[in-house]
């Protein structure tokens, strides 16, 4: 009965999550609508101080020209988050929140500079990423289920990750790829054991560490020449 109960809150809070991403995503495309604005100001320009504020809010804006954009984006986002929260309940919430993050920030310093990248398909490569890759490291029946079940639903996304189509940000795609890989690398022993994430001791004592920086699609749109600075 407990371990009934348990589920049903992944399975609700899973939902739940991925309903509000979307749900945030249609709010700014029917804003754009309305307005006639695209929005794409608020999107991710790589090295530049205003662009990082695209890190948080890039992954809600979509292109205005179009549908496709939001239509290929809106199922998979669903699917995936809703698969984090069933399958590493755990861990979900830091997995979702630093892929996120790490996404929107290698893209920024890593991605054409001279454009802006909107979308949320550099935070869909790093999910499936992190399925994937961490089903492959449980080496068990589910774990390797989940692998192969990524590979069939999204199998074709693999071309994303290389600058084939025009106006697509394959840099955001390869950010999240990479992103998912490492942050299962980071979680692999709690995803083969199953264990806790451990809590903090009083006894503990903080330890300094340094790291270096080391479908479909997300658009990128140019900046006007005849844009003005506010």
Do not use: C
């Not at 790490?102 to 398909?121: E, P």
């Not at 790829?177 to 903080?206: C, H, M, N, Q, V």
């Amino acid at each position: 009965m407990e371990k009934e109960i348990k589920n049903s809150v992944h399975f609700r809070n899973g939902i739940f999550t991925g309903l509000t991403v979307l749900s945030l995503m249609w709010l700014v495309k029917f804003v754009q609508l309305i307005s006639g604005a695209s929005f794409a100001h608020f999107g991710l320009k790589p090295r530049e101080i205003r662009g990082l504020v695209g890190v948080l809010t890039a992954p809600f804006i979509h292109s205005s020209e179009d549908w496709n954009h939001i239509l290929s984006n809106s199922i998979p986002i669903v699917v995936l988050i809703f698969l984090i929260y069933i399958t590493y309940h755990k861990i979900a919430n830091k997995v979702l929140f630093t892929i996120w993050l790490m996404t929107g920030l290698w893209t920024w310093v890593f991605a054409r500079g001279d454009t802006y990248h909107i979308g949320a398909s550099g935070v869909i490569y790093g999910l499936l990423s992190f399925l994937f890759f961490s089903g492959l490291w449980r080496k068990n029946k589910n774990g390797i289920a989940m692998a192969l079940l990524m590979v069939l639903l999204y199998g074709s996304m693999f071309w994303g990750l290389f600058p084939i189509k025009e106006g697509v940000s394959w840099e955001s795609h390869l950010m999240g790829f990479f992103s998912g890989l490492i942050l299962s690398l980071y979680y692999k022993d709690i995803l083969i054991t199953g264990a806790e994430l451990p809590k903090k001791r009083e006894d503990d004592k903080p330890v300094n560490f340094t790291y270096d920086i080391p479908y479909d699609v997300t658009y990128v749109y140019k900046e006007r020449s005849d844009s003005k600075e506010d």
